[in-house]
């Protein structure tokens, strides 16, 4: 390998760590992020959830919709950025132990391949399962919350 093709690689090597957090991290945060919409879910089925919309309206005054829209999106973005970056990052995460696995193929190490494939075949799947369960709460959540705004303009609760 050149200067060149080596430097790439050590750089590449260290982002796996900060990478493999970052996936565990946003684990953690799709769970939380399911347990609030359970605990939300149960609230609406006891209709005892309060309007999600109501505390920006009242702290506004009479919100319009546009600002209640924007409320909204405000709202939902963790969720949406948590959806769209946790594939990008289990990809990032599977290519990285690739290159080392396939360097230990080339020299016979098949344990040294099993290792780096158990990484990377762990880290897609974490992603992946984190970005399905907060598209699927990011979805249902946008139906709420725009059912909501629907039912504050029906209301005449905004501008």
Do not use: N
């Not at 605990?39 to 309206?57: G, S």
């Not at 344990?111 to 780096?116: F, H, M, N, S, Y």
Request: with cysteine; proline share 4%.
């Amino acid at each position: 390998m050149t200067a060149l093709e080596m430097g790439m690689y050590e750089l590449g090597r260290l982002f796996l760590v900060p990478v493999l957090v970052i996936i565990m991290a946003l684990f953690a945060y799709a769970f939380y992020a399911l347990g609030a919409f359970a605990l939300e879910a149960w609230q609406r089925r006891r209709a005892t959830a309060p309007c999600p919309l109501q505390h920006y309206q009242a702290r506004a005054g009479k919100a319009d919709s546009e600002e209640l829209e924007l409320v909204i999106l405000r709202q939902l973005e963790p969720l949406r950025v948590v959806s769209r970056t946790a594939p990008m990052l289990g990809l990032v995460a599977t290519m990285i132990p690739l290159g080392p696995a396939l360097l230990a193929l080339g020299d016979g190490d098949l344990a040294t391949v099993g290792e780096q494939l158990v990484v990377a075949f762990a880290a897609v799947i974490l992603a992946l399962i984190t970005a399905s369960i907060t598209f699927w709460v990011l979805t249902v959540r946008r139906r709420w919350l725009l059912a909501a705004l629907k039912r504050l303009e029906q209301q005449g609760g905004t501008a």
